[in-house]
């Protein structure tokens, strides 16, 4: 257990539709990260966050978006759903000490289906 | 810039080792190694830092040559659970404020 919690598990919706997906990271952890993860694909990054501040972008859709609360967790908001949004959705957390890099602790995932 | 990592597959029989390479073609500050199993989540194996040296865990150990951009994941006496996707990741600068880029994995399957 990474400490990252990510919930649903699982979500099915339909073409169109929009959803939600949430994060809460490790106790202490200030930064937030995106990925997405379609069927036997690599870890694509989307967005991270920085103690309530946007801090590196990646190949986000403009119909994603996310924030960060003052609590530290985090949304992942998708919209206007198409088929191929269907993936894995990662979301991971870490300290960024400024000291070196930091590990990435991985939530266990939400798996979103569009049907 | 996404690394490159080698080879895509293999298969080892226990006891066997193997080296699984990730490369860039920008100079890197540090590079991620992790394992990740079907449907479950990336676990993190370590992290090397530019300047650092050779990690170790068990029987998996990473080195990082500067020069060459390049870091090697060895698997020595492979284990039936050492089987899943491995993934690289990257970063070009410190402190995480940098995103990390994954490679592409390398998937190991460990037989009998």
């Known amino acids: 257990d990474s400490g990252v919690t990510q919930t649903p598990k699982h979500l099915i919706t339909a073409t169109g539709q929009r959803v939600t997906l949430r994060c809460s990271p490790r106790?202490?952890?200030?930064?937030v990260y995106w990925y997405q993860q379609s069927l036997d694909q690599g870890l694509q990054f989307l967005i991270q966050y920085y103690n309530g501040e946007e801090r590196a972008k990646g190949n986000i859709l403009e119909r994603f978006s996310a924030q960060q609360f003052p609590d530290l967790h985090s949304e992942l908001n998708l919209s206007s759903l198409e088929l191929g949004d269907s993936a894995l959705y990662f979301c991971?957390?870490?300290?960024?000490?400024?000291?070196?890099?930091?590990?990435?602790?991985f939530g266990p995932g939400t798996r979103l289906t569009v049907l | 810039q996404q690394p490159v990592q080698s080879p895509q597959a293999v298969i080892l029989r226990e006891g066997e080792d193997a080296v699984i390479n990730c490369s860039s073609s920008?100079?890197?500050?540090?590079v991620h190694w992790y394992r990740q199993k079907h449907g479950e989540a990336p676990v993190f194996l370590m992290i090397?830092?530019?300047?650092?040296e050779q990690k170790g865990h068990d029987k998996i150990s990473a080195s990082f040559n500067e020069k060459k951009q390049q870091s090697s994941l060895y698997l020595t006496a492979s284990q039936l659970s050492y089987s899943g996707t491995y993934f690289c990741g990257t970063e070009m600068g410190p402190g995480g404020y940098q995103k990390v880029t994954f490679g592409t994995g390398t998937k190991l399957q460990v037989i009998p």
């Open positions: 991971a957390s870490s300290v960024v000490s400024g000291s070196g890099s930091d590990t990435q602790y």
């Open positions: 090397l830092l530019k300047g650092g």
């Open positions: 920008k100079a890197l500050y540090s």
């Open positions: 106790s202490g952890d200030l930064s």
